[in-house]
């Protein structure tokens, strides 16, 4: 917090000067959550305040946390810490089992609250939004993040809070907003640049992966001093794309407008506990997520003509090739293009007949991938086709039209009698619940993704272990 105060007194002072848009460089705002999962549990139930809580994906003692609460940062769990290690670090640890669809109904109502004080012009994830700033927003942007903020703290809890930065660039703003984690505000001016940064590691700004970091340390560049002062070219022929050179520009304050970007695949994965890592227990957790991308598949009226099953495990096996050490395995299997259930599942099919063959590791996560996307409607059919001149499996386009009915049909019985009115064959229960729901960056869920039926806020998951 105490970057908000020094930035509420400066700001002003700034303002009263009556500076420019290109003066004050607050052209983008944003905003992101702190410790989102596990503070939306902390604001639906005020007993989890003030508390260190672990977010599971599954009622489990042998996973991990995909979220932990300021509380717990502040005892030293790390990020995606397993149960074993956070208890170690934290005994008193609380640990509840994520609700997807919660967090998505909580995303909604705080961008209802966010656009009372101003537009959101991009979500980014379901916790980190960007907002563009006029010339008379940016005159006075200590001000307008207070606002924010406090606007969130009546319509929500104090256990849900933010960071929020504000820069010339996206980009300088979200690397503000992490600075000022948590709960904090920071306004970087781009004439405070490098300096204002260079305390940071590399790994810590977006958009530089591990891998980027290691071309950029094989290269010289290991600080932020030295990554500054690469040119513009140089900074794409690091990167290997135009993305390189988008960075750069981002960093020193110039704005990018990115094209958009187009969907190339719908898949679904989830880690399997481990009374679900049998053989039978793999295809039918690998049959359900395959009928869930499928479903969304046809939401988008796009068809797939490839698949792909992936295998993993969480553990090394000794080999001469370095290659071979990693427990994985993956088929990819073409068919004609279609989104109807009985063609994936007919092409699942013959996927985990090559695993049954091929895998001799215990898989420890399973997911399923439809991709070599077509718009339905540029789907050109083969009028003359017969049966006899197809592919086994590969239906003629009588049948694939009658396949797709079906599926349809499915979708409306599901959309208006509920997730579980109708099912392609038995319904299973998977691990972890929420088939298709599966929150990840850049991917929000909609109400249609859900299987199960909602669940309460106030309804906390307490982990049974």
Same mark, same amino acid.
């Given at each position: 917090?105490?970057?908000?105060?020094?930035?509420?007194?400066?700001?002003?002072?700034?303002?009263?000067?009556?500076?420019?848009?290109?003066?004050? @460089?607050?052209?983008?705002?944003?905003?992101?959550?702190?410790?989102?999962?596990?503070?939306?549990?902390?604001?639906?139930?005020?007993?989890?305040?003030?508390?260190?809580? %672990?977010?599971?994906?599954?009622?489990?003692?042998? =996973?991990?946390?995909?979220?932990?609460?300021?509380?717990?940062?502040?005892?030293?769990?790390?990020?995606?810490?397993?149960?074993?290690?956070?208890?170690?670090?934290?005994?008193?640890?609380?640990?509840?089992?994520?609700?997807?669809?919660?967090?998505?109904?909580?995303?909604?109502?705080?961008?209802?609250?966010?656009?009372?004080?101003?537009?959101?012009?991009?979500?980014?994830?379901?916790?980190?939004?960007?907002?563009?700033?006029?010339?008379?927003?940016?005159?006075?942007?200590?001000?307008?993040?207070? +606002?924010?903020?406090?606007?969130?703290?009546?319509?929500?809890?104090?256990?849900?809070?933010?960071?929020?930065?504000?820069?010339?660039?996206?980009?300088?703003?979200?690397?503000?907003?992490?600075?000022?984690?948590?709960?904090?505000?920071?306004?970087?001016? =781009?004439?405070?640049?490098?300096?204002?940064?260079?305390?940071?590691?590399?790994?810590?700004?977006?958009?530089?992966?591990?891998?980027?970091?290691?071309?950029?340390?094989?290269?010289? !560049?290991?600080?932020?001093?030295?990554?500054?002062?690469?040119?513009?070219?140089?900074?794409?022929?690091?990167?290997?794309?135009?993305?390189?050179? /988008?960075?750069?520009?981002?960093?020193?304050?110039?704005?990018?407008?990115?094209?958009?970007?187009?969907?190339?695949?719908?898949?679904?994965?989830?880690?399997?506990?481990?009374?679900?890592?049998?053989?039978?227990?793999?295809? !039918?957790?690998? +049959?359900?997520?395959?009928?869930?991308?499928?479903?969304?598949?046809?939401?988008?009226?796009?068809?797939?003509?490839?698949?792909?099953?992936?295998? +993993?495990? @969480? /553990?090394?096996?000794?080999?001469?090739?370095?290659?071979?050490?990693?427990? /994985?395995?993956?088929?990819?299997?073409?068919?004609?293009?279609?989104?109807?259930?009985?063609? !994936?599942?007919?092409?699942? =099919?013959?996927?985990?007949?090559?695993?049954?063959?091929?895998?001799?590791?215990?898989?420890?996560?399973?997911?399923?991938?439809?991709?070599?996307?077509?718009?339905?409607?540029?789907?050109?059919?083969?009028?003359?086709?017969?049966?006899? @001149?197809?592919?086994? %499996?590969?239906?003629?386009?009588?049948?694939?039209?009658?396949?797709?009915?079906?599926?349809?049909?499915? @979708?409306?019985?599901?959309?208006?009698?509920? #997730?579980?009115?109708?099912?392609? %064959?038995? #319904?299973?229960?998977?691990?972890?619940?929420?088939?298709?729901?599966?929150?990840?960056?850049?991917?929000?869920?909609?109400?249609?993704?859900?299987?199960?039926?909602? =669940?309460?806020?106030?309804?906390?998951?307490?982990?049974?272990?």
């Amino acid at each position: 917090m105490s970057e908000f105060l020094l930035c509420s007194n400066i700001v002003p002072m700034l303002s009263n000067r009556n500076l420019g848009q290109s003066d004050c @460089d607050a052209e983008r705002l944003y905003l992101d959550f702190d410790s989102f999962f596990a503070s939306a549990e902390q604001h639906f139930n005020p007993d989890l305040r003030g508390k260190p809580v %672990g977010v599971v994906p599954l009622d489990s003692p042998h =996973t991990g946390c995909i979220a932990i609460s300021r509380e717990a940062k502040a005892l030293g769990v790390p990020s995606g810490a397993s149960i074993k290690d956070a208890r170690q670090i934290a005994p008193q640890m609380i640990f509840v089992v994520a609700r997807p669809d919660a967090y998505v109904r909580l995303h909604t109502r705080i961008l209802v609250a966010i656009e009372t004080c101003l537009p959101v012009a991009k979500v980014r994830s379901i916790d980190e939004v960007v907002c563009h700033l006029l010339p008379s927003e940016a005159q006075d942007a200590a001000s307008l993040a207070q +606002r924010i903020k406090r606007v969130l703290a009546e319509r929500f809890s104090s256990g849900l809070t933010c960071s929020i930065g504000i820069a010339k660039t996206e980009l300088l703003a979200k690397i503000s907003a992490e600075m000022s984690k948590p709960d904090g505000f920071m306004l970087l001016r =781009t004439v405070e640049l490098p300096e204002r940064i260079e305390s940071l590691a590399l790994n810590n700004l977006p958009g530089i992966s591990k891998g980027i970091e290691a071309r950029l340390n094989a290269a010289g !560049i290991r600080d932020i001093q030295a990554l500054w002062s690469v040119e513009r070219k140089h900074a794409r022929a690091l990167w290997g794309s135009v993305e390189g050179e /988008r960075f750069w520009s981002e960093l020193h304050g110039h704005h990018v407008e990115r094209p958009p970007t187009t969907k190339g695949m719908f898949g679904h994965s989830r880690n399997l506990p481990p009374d679900w890592r049998s053989s039978d227990k793999v295809r !039918i957790c690998a +049959r359900q997520l395959a009928l869930g991308a499928a479903r969304r598949l046809r939401r988008t009226d796009n068809k797939a003509s490839k698949l792909t099953v992936s295998l +993993r495990g @969480d /553990r090394y096996r000794r080999s001469a090739n370095p290659n071979d050490c990693k427990l /994985r395995w993956s088929c990819e299997v073409p068919f004609s293009p279609a989104h109807d259930d009985q063609t !994936i599942l007919l092409a699942l =099919t013959a996927a985990l007949s090559c695993s049954s063959r091929e895998v001799s590791f215990t898989p420890r996560s399973v997911s399923v991938t439809l991709h070599g996307l077509a718009v339905d409607t540029d789907v050109q059919q083969d009028l003359f086709a017969a049966a006899s @001149d197809l592919e086994p %499996g590969q239906p003629v386009a009588a049948e694939t039209q009658r396949r797709e009915r079906l599926s349809k049909a499915m @979708d409306q019985m599901r959309a208006s009698h509920g #997730p579980k009115a109708a099912s392609f %064959g038995p #319904p299973e229960e998977l691990p972890g619940g929420y088939l298709g729901a599966k929150i990840a960056f850049g991917r929000i869920p909609d109400e249609q993704d859900f299987s199960e039926a909602p =669940t309460k806020d106030e309804a906390t998951h307490f982990c049974s272990f």
